[in-house]
């Protein structure tokens, strides 16, 4: 239920074998606030009734016991409807959230839907093993700010031998971004390129990534079960856990050159 | 600009000593398009004007060059204008953004406001360095679903000793909030407890946490300078890097028994 078994290509110290791998569960799961949508939340579902209750405190909406009067969950499609005294409702509270998937049906298809606009990539691109391990070298000898404070997310476009732009923040989403808006400012094309990236590939990093229509992203941490399906969608190859001398291929392992 | 010296409480095999940290900053940023307020990103707060515009062609509002018409920059007050072509506006792409500082004024007061409800805390807590590593050696050993994908964040409410609720998800604000509606749904008192956490103490976990009235998080990972802050204001404890026989005391080290 939290997680799954998929297949992938382990290369560990210059031998290649496809065999299975676990990999995290990522679901977009609907919140809604006396039958008014209030917000989407990107989760590992499970203990969904706790997430849902606890999302509500931490935004100021629950404090008391007696203010909970219902809540109802649909595990499979993702939909939770939490009944709070009083008419309570985010715009009482001043908040907005972001939620884009109004009208859209089921929100697990939020993401592929927030993914529907992006052009599957093709590209010529090809990477060797040792390519792949130097810029994952090359990303963490550059993080200069993870070093000092233990806080930073490194994200780096490279060509195949090199970083070209290199930027650490304290999330990991607006490391991506520096990045995409690096890239438009200066009008670089991706499509022969590399994202080299020191966090987790969630389902918002993959679908960056493709929006950016770069064929590959290098990670030094793990991906998702959703960022690896959007993934196989969108024309991405996904390499995770690239450390030391072994990486895993999750996706279009035929850019890389054994 | 990127990171920040405070002055902690450095523990380790059984040492104490007061030393300057580097601790990576944290800041608010508010970005308007077109004149209307869009969103609040939480960032490091450098590189803003690639932030902004690779935020906006991450969200599919900006794509051609052309499309860009303007930016302006206010980095002491963490404001960003952006001009788009053609009238654009979030509203346009159907989309609704978390963003609470709407006639706050200077939308660094953004957490600050946020925080501005919830009660300081004061309890009669205190920890030994041993019960610290002890239940930081406890999250890590609980923590199954990180072992088996690399790709989960741990959170545990726990009394001194032992861990009561444990939850692990793809999103540390997620484990969090889980710990949250657990205690919600049992009505637990948490002025007593202590939240051992996995994941960095940004300003959002620290307001959960100081929200949830819990006094003390003890993290394996890195605080930001912003998280420090508020802890100071909401009184709350901050240890982190939790680690073997080590750990750094950011604000409360009064409630330490060494």
Chains 1, 2 share one sequence.
């Not at 917000?39 to 706790?50: D, I, S």
């Not at 109802?72 to 001043?94: M, P, Q, R």
């Not at 040792?130 to 550059?142: H, K, V």
């Amino acid at each position: 239920m939290n997680s799954r078994e998929i297949e992938v290509l382990k290369f560990e110290d210059g031998r290649c074998n496809r065999m299975n791998d676990v990999v995290i569960r990522e679901a977009a799961v609907t919140l809604f606030l006396n039958d008014e949508e209030l917000a989407t939340l990107v989760c590992t579902p499970q203990n969904l009734k706790e997430l849902a209750v606890g999302f509500l405190c931490a935004e100021g909406i629950l404090s008391k016991p007696e203010q909970l009067t219902g809540i109802k969950i649909n595990e499979e499609d993702g939909l939770i409807w939490v009944e709070v005294a009083g008419n309570a409702s985010g715009a009482t509270f001043g908040k907005r959230y972001i939620t884009t998937c109004c009208g859209r049906g089921r929100p697990s298809f939020y993401f592929v839907n927030d993914a529907s606009g992006i052009e599957k990539i093709t590209s010529e691109l090809t990477l060797t093993p040792r390519q792949i391990l130097n810029l994952s070298d090359q990303l963490e000898g550059g993080s200069k700010l993870f070093r000092a404070t233990g806080g930073a997310h490194a994200a780096a476009l490279c060509s195949g031998e090199e970083v070209i732009y290199f930027y650490e923040d304290v999330g990991r989403h607006n490391a991506v971004d520096k990045i995409f808006g690096r890239c438009f400012l200066d009008n670089v094309p991706r499509n022969d390129k590399v994202m080299a990236f020191s966090g987790r590939v969630s389902a918002e990093i993959l679908i960056k990534v493709a929006r950016m229509q770069i064929p590959a992203i290098i990670s030094r941490s793990a991906p998702t079960d959703l960022a690896v399906e959007l993934a196989g969608q969108l024309g991405v190859t996904v390499v995770s856990f690239a450390r030391g001398n072994r990486f895993n291929v999750y996706t279009y392992p035929e850019r890389i050159k054994f």
